[in-house]
């Protein structure tokens, strides 16, 4: 019998029964065929190989990221990221949906389609993260919006994180119940993926009375325990790696619960740490053994999203698989094949229809709408009082999360002016890019901030307005005027000169270069980040949901502070101060 590939003496992970079995591995048509000893089977294999008893395991699937987390395409993303190891990805892209609505993801999915990489998509369940009151996105997606996707994009397997937990915990489930109703009548068994910040007991029950049943945010132990008592899937992300939930994790009591995912992955970070094979080696460093963490990141992510084609290694299913340099905690990718083909980055195909370099459409590539009349007063802050001092309100930024604490501030006032420059802050300021509006508020940020300069971003979540925050004028007006001359991007200022800086073309928060180029070009913004004491393992992603208003605790948007658990839009000097 002729088949593709033989691939022998591979001690081959079974993720049905955790364990390790040293076989030869048939693929044919680019799935497995057979897993056995492949002597006297009549085998005429057009390529052997023998593994000499390397691990083989299942290619890894992340089924919880933001393909935009890594500033780049799906075809970059492709090839950046399969050599790693990981073979499936199911992406929620509701950056792009915040800018251009359905059109954004319909793109997304476009530019996907050809990449050697198997790109599923959740459909973006909160574009915008709030409401038109709260924030100005550049697009939406309604219900009616939802069920075309749903029915016209076979690449559409789940409903992306509900993000609207917040109204459910008041009891207003109208917006969660009107998105996904239609849905289920197209799609009854996708799965719903959650968004539930340190929630638990009653409120943990409003949000799976919803048929919301998974988590991806920051876990503790006790958490994580009530998510699987309750049957909420969990999907661990690095930053919830840690030694108390490993332990929890290391007898394999909760196998198939949970899940690794990525969430969101820089290029710097990527390039430098991993993608979903950084998050293994996190957990493995930690403890967790290494037929769990696999499992994590393969079967039990399957069988979340419904993938019976992949997920394990066995007959039938596609022949994705990793051959590692060993089984050690640094889970070292000797080669990886995608459906039953040696991949790297040399040969991973990035588009289709013969044109291997797709390219966005043309639409995409201007999308900032912001009036030429911004000059340098947007950074002024008026007041009330003609002298004195007044107590604002403040941003409290923590330097280990994107979490943020409401604080309060004393700065001086001079001929009805607030004082903020030089002062231990920094003055926040967000413009409206989509409607020419120029509408901007402005907020001061407090316990981590920049000393000494400015940065700015286009890409700011979720939706995308122009985030700009400094400790003076000189250095934000700088970082805002790169940023409009080159059509969206990321910036530092220090003394009236750009330092670092990334240009975002592509709807204001991607770019079309390669992932080596985009990484070097974060690593010198988080190095100039950090040289103006903006300290934290992540600073532009902390900066970037500085704008997040369903994030825990207080943010700003384009319309002013917010404290998100209540959607209250707070004013800058608060009433008792006032």
Not at 99 to 116: K, Y
Request: aromatic share 6%; proline share 5%.
């Amino acid at each position: 019998m002729k088949i593709d590939l033989l691939i022998k003496h591979a001690e081959i992970f079974n993720v049905y029964l955790g364990r390790w079995d040293l076989r030869d591995l048939a693929v044919l048509d680019g799935r497995i065929f057979h897993l056995g000893d492949a002597e006297g089977k009549g085998f005429e294999a057009e390529t052997v190989l023998d593994a000499e008893g390397r691990a083989l395991v299942p290619g890894l699937i992340d089924i919880h990221m933001h393909i935009e987390s890594s500033y780049c395409g799906p075809r970059q993303f492709s090839r950046a990221v399969l050599p790693r190891g990981i073979t499936t990805v199911v992406s929620e892209p509701h950056e792009m949906a915040n800018v251009f609505g359905p059109g954004g993801i319909e793109e997304m999915i476009r530019l996907s389609r050809g990449c050697d990489m198997d790109i599923f998509y959740g459909i973006p369940s909160s574009v915008p993260s709030t409401n038109e009151s709260l924030e100005t996105s550049g697009g939406r997606v309604t219900p009616s919006d939802a069920t075309t996707l749903a029915a016209a994009w076979p690449e559409v397997v789940c409903v992306g994180e509900m993000m609207s937990y917040a109204s459910i915990l008041r009891g207003d489930t109208e917006r969660t119940r009107s998105f996904l109703e239609p849905l289920r009548r197209i799609r009854p068994l996708a799965a719903v993926e959650g968004h539930c910040p340190d929630i638990k007991d009653l409120d943990l029950s409003r949000v799976l009375f919803e048929r919301i049943d998974s988590d991806h945010c920051l876990q503790s132990p006790e958490g994580m325990l009530q998510r699987f008592e309750l049957g909420m899937f969990v999907e661990l992300q690095y930053k919830s790696l840690t030694p108390e939930i490993v332990d929890l994790l290391k007898d394999g009591r909760y196998r198939g619960l949970y899940s690794l995912v990525t969430d969101d992955t820089a290029p710097d970070i990527l390039e430098r740490q991993g993608h979903l094979d950084g998050v293994i080696r996190r957990a493995l460093e930690l403890g967790l053994p290494l037929e769990e963490a696999v499992i994590a990141a393969s079967w039990s992510p399957a069988k979340r999203i419904g993938f019976r084609d992949r997920g394990a290694v066995s007959p039938g299913k596609k022949a994705d698989f990793i051959l590692l340099k060993d089984r050690s905690s640094r889970f070292e990718v000797h080669r990886v094949y995608k459906n039953g083909h040696p991949v790297n980055r040399m040969t991973v195909r990035s588009g289709t229809g013969g044109e291997d370099e797709l390219q966005a459409a043309p639409r995409f590539l201007d999308s900032l709408n912001l009036p030429s009349s911004l000059s340098a007063d947007m950074f002024d802050l008026p007041c009330d009082k003609e002298e004195g001092t007044v107590r604002l309100r403040t941003i409290v930024k923590n330097s280990s999360t994107t979490y943020s604490s409401e604080g309060r501030l004393e700065l001086p006032v001079s001929k009805g002016f607030i004082h903020w420059e030089n002062q231990s802050c920094n003055l926040l300021t967000v413009t409206e890019r989509y409607r020419g509006t120029g509408e901007t508020a402005k907020g001061i940020l407090t316990g981590t901030y920049f000393r000494g300069g400015a940065v700015a971003s286009t890409h700011t979540h979720d939706s995308h307005n122009l985030l700009i925050a400094g400790d003076n004028k000189r250095d934000m007006e700088c970082a805002r005027n790169w940023l409009i001359a080159h059509r969206g991007g990321i910036c530092v200022s220090r003394g009236g000169q750009i330092t670092a800086a990334l240009a975002l073309p592509l709807g204001g928060i991607l770019s079309e270069e390669p992932m080596e180029k985009l990484s070097g070009q974060m690593i010198c913004i988080s190095d100039a980040m950090r040289a103006l004491g903006f300290e934290h393992p992540n600073p532009l992603m902390s900066f970037t949901t500085l704008t997040l208003p369903v994030s825990p605790e207080i943010k700003i948007s384009n319309k002013g502070l917010i404290r998100t658990l209540t959607g209250e839009i707070l004013p800058l000097i608060p009433e008792e101060d006032s």
